[in-house]
């Protein structure tokens, strides 16, 4: 079983404009992030008596790096949108596929922990799986509309190289007609 086909993004666009918005939202999300990031690595790991907290500085820098390579595949996405390469949309497809089941894991952990605790954070901890089981679904029909952008460019560049092969030759009607 395959990953299902579509011929248009959201029932009202065509899947090169679909994957453009697709890039340009992931890059300004990932660039967000990043930026984010990059401050609470630099001002929130310092604890209350003015030291630095090892583990929040890793987990930061992590993010920041996670943030940064889905910034670069983001653009890559772009520039395959605009010169029609196939091969350069499989990053973007990787990368979001590997953070999608992450988000997912992390979802169903939350909400297992969820249904064992009683505290005081559970409305915030209700809000936060909800709102990344929703980026994580929202992933899912990004990664169907550029895989189906990726196979929608190999079927057209196909199509192209049998019709310039030598094995292929046109019938024109008025050649049957004599």
């Known amino acids: 079983m395959g990953v299902p086909m579509m011929k248009s993004c959201c029932y009202c666009v065509s899947l090169h404009t679909g994957t453009l918005i697709i890039g340009y939202v992931y890059t300004v999300w990932s660039l967000l992030e990043l930026a984010g990031y990059c401050l609470l690595v ?61 988000f997912f894991v992390m979802c169903l952990t939350g909400i297992s922990l969820i249904l064992q605790d009683t505290g005081d954070m559970l409305e915030v901890e209700i809000v936060f799986i909800v709102v990344h089981l929703t980026r994580a679904c929202i992933s899912v029909y990004c990664i169907v509309v550029v895989h189906s952008r990726h196979k929608q460019i190999m079927y057209e560049d196909d199509n192209e190289r049998f019709h310039h092969s030598a094995i292929y030759q046109p019938i024109w009607m008025r050649d049957q007609a004599l």
């Open 42 to 102: 630099t001002l929130a790991p310092i604890g209350k008596n003015g030291t630095v907290s090892g583990h929040k500085y890793i987990l930061y820098i992590t993010a920041a790096v996670v943030s940064g390579v889905t910034l670069l595949c983001s653009i890559l996405l772009i520039v395959a949108a605009y010169k029609k390469l196939a091969s350069l949309t499989l990053p973007w497809t990787i990368v979001t596929g590997i953070l999608t089941a992450a």
